[in-house]
């Protein structure tokens, strides 16, 4: 063919635009994809970018008028259609709405989530570099934009950003677990000092003192109400709390037969029953922490299987 046709070009984002004088369609591909800095191993597909009309036949490419405008989608891109900024009312001022290459910079009309979109679309391991304000940010995008950038389904982006806030949710979980692990060792310190001020106060014998409303035996260092639970009660763990528990496993038997005035036999049967009852607790807690980790590992083994299924998409 002689004949030269002026036309125009486009990446799917819109955000470059090129004009181009080409005699045929295989030439638009190639000098497209140059323009549009495209791969030259890559698969190219051309589609009207008004409607997204699929263009594969010369005859076809011929009969359209000069210069329209075609969208260039390379490997996995999909055509979109353009975001209207009122819901269809604002179609006479398209040319001036469009975030196109060709009216307004592109750089500032980048949404911040764009280039994280590009690095996970290269390289979908670099989720685990990602801070938490930028998974944060691709989790807060809009699902169908996101989708189109990603060349995934919509349903698929949907899975992305749930996968993205299970991340954020499991270093939450990680950070609080550090803060109380910090709570423990800063309580066990305060422990100690107690026991130390407790050694010295038995010396001089027992008082009980007033802390925060709570009389607290200085000689042992157990709230009044825990002593009397210990003391008097059938089944004494099943009634104290997981803190108290703790302070009473981490006593010596020596120390609890000071405290309770009982025999080493009743003393260390006392200790076992609450050590049994603290076990179970934590236990408890794990099996909860664990079901909820192997649930998001699951969910996220089967997004990466759904993702390794789905066949590339071709253009609508």
């Known amino acids: 063919m002689t004949d030269r046709k002026p036309c125009r070009v486009c990446n799917f984002t819109r955000q470059k635009s090129y004009g181009l004088v080409v005699p045929s369609l295989d030439e638009l591909k190639t000098k497209g994809s140059e323009s549009l800095g495209?791969?030259?191993a890559g698969p190219v597909s051309v589609v009207l970018e008004d409607d997204g009309t699929i263009v594969e036949?010369?005859?076809?490419?011929?009969?359209?008028?000069?210069?329209?405008?075609?969208?260039?989608?390379?490997e996995r891109e999909?055509?979109?259609?353009?975001?209207?900024m009122d819901g269809g009312t604002a179609w006479m001022a398209r040319d001036s709405l469009v975030l196109d290459a060709d009216t307004v910079d592109a750089s500032s009309a980048i949404a911040p989530w764009w280039s994280l979109a590009q690095q996970?679309?290269?390289?979908?391991?670099?989720?685990?570099?990602?801070?938490?304000?930028?998974?944060?940010?691709?989790?807060?995008?809009?699902?169908p934009e996101l989708a189109s950038a990603l060349g995934f389904k919509e349903k698929k982006a949907e899975d992305l950003q749930q996968t993205l806030q299970g991340v954020l949710d499991r270093r939450e979980e990680e950070r609080q677990s550090k803060e109380l692990l910090q709570l423990y060792l800063k309580a066990a310190e305060k422990e100690e000092g107690q026991q130390e001020a407790s050694s010295q106060a038995s010396q001089e014998g027992a008082v009980e003192v007033e802390v925060d409303g709570m009389e607290v035996d200085s000689a042992s260092g157990f709230i009044s109400r825990t002593l009397?639970?210990?003391?008097?009660?059938?089944?004494?763990?099943?009634?104290?709390?997981?803190?108290?528990?703790?302070?009473?496993?981490?006593?010596?038997?020596e120390a609890m037969e000071q405290v309770l005035g009982w025999d080493r036999t009743?003393?260390?049967?006392?200790?076992?029953?609450?050590?049994?009852?603290?076990?179970g607790r934590l236990q408890q807690v794990q099996a909860v922490q664990s079901i909820r980790i192997n649930a998001q590992l699951d969910s996220g083994v089967h997004n990466a299987e759904e993702a390794?299924?789905?066949?590339?998409?071709?253009?609508n």
């Not at 029953?273 to 603290?278: G, K, P, T, V």
Request: proline share 7%; charged share 20%; hydrophobic share 40%.
């Open 38 to 40: 495209f791969s030259p």
């Open 57 to 74: 036949d010369q005859a076809y490419f011929l009969c359209l008028p000069l210069n329209t405008k075609f969208m260039l989608l390379h």
């Open 78 to 84: 999909t055509w979109s259609p353009v975001r209207r």
């Open 120 to 143: 996970l679309k290269q390289d979908l391991s670099s989720i685990i570099l990602m801070s938490e304000a930028e998974l944060q940010t691709l989790v807060d995008a809009p699902c």
């Open 228 to 253: 009397m639970v210990l003391k008097g009660k059938t089944s004494p763990e099943t009634r104290l709390s997981t803190e108290d528990l703790q302070m009473v496993v981490t006593r010596r038997v």
């Open 266 to 279: 009743r003393t260390s049967a006392l200790l076992q029953a609450c050590e049994a009852e603290l076990t």
């Open 308 to 315: 390794a299924e789905t066949p590339p998409q071709g253009s």
